[in-house]
């Protein structure tokens, strides 16, 4: 699986809980991606294995609105989610604490 950012910020988003089930809406707000984005990397991690996805048995009529498609992470999403992740922050540098002093104010 290559990571990318938004797959790294739907994996991160999803290893939050990683049993709780999350739907599309939701996982947009959580990762702040459109959803022309967001579903092909959903699509992305079924296809690999590391995601499994369900529809919600509701009646749309009853709840008001559409079922949901639920999506969660699979064992394998999960054994190999979190040191993917966790390489991908080892290659990105840390950001120095406090502004940087050269564009900081000079006043």
Known sequence: ????????KVLS????????????????????LPSGTLYPVLHRL???GWLAADWEDVDPVA????????????????????PALAELRALVPAEPAGPDP?????W
């Open 63 to 82: 709840a008001g609105r559409p079922a949901r498609r639920y999506y969660r992470l699979t064992g394998e999403g999960i054994r190999s989610a979190r």
């Open 46 to 48: 079924q296809a690999a």
């Open 13 to 32: 988003a999803l290893l939050a809980e990683p049993g709780a089930p999350r739907y599309g809406l939701d996982l947009m707000r959580l990762t702040g």
């Open 1 to 8: 699986m290559r990571l990318t950012i938004p797959v790294a």
């Open 102 to 106: 050269v564009w900081a104010p000079a």
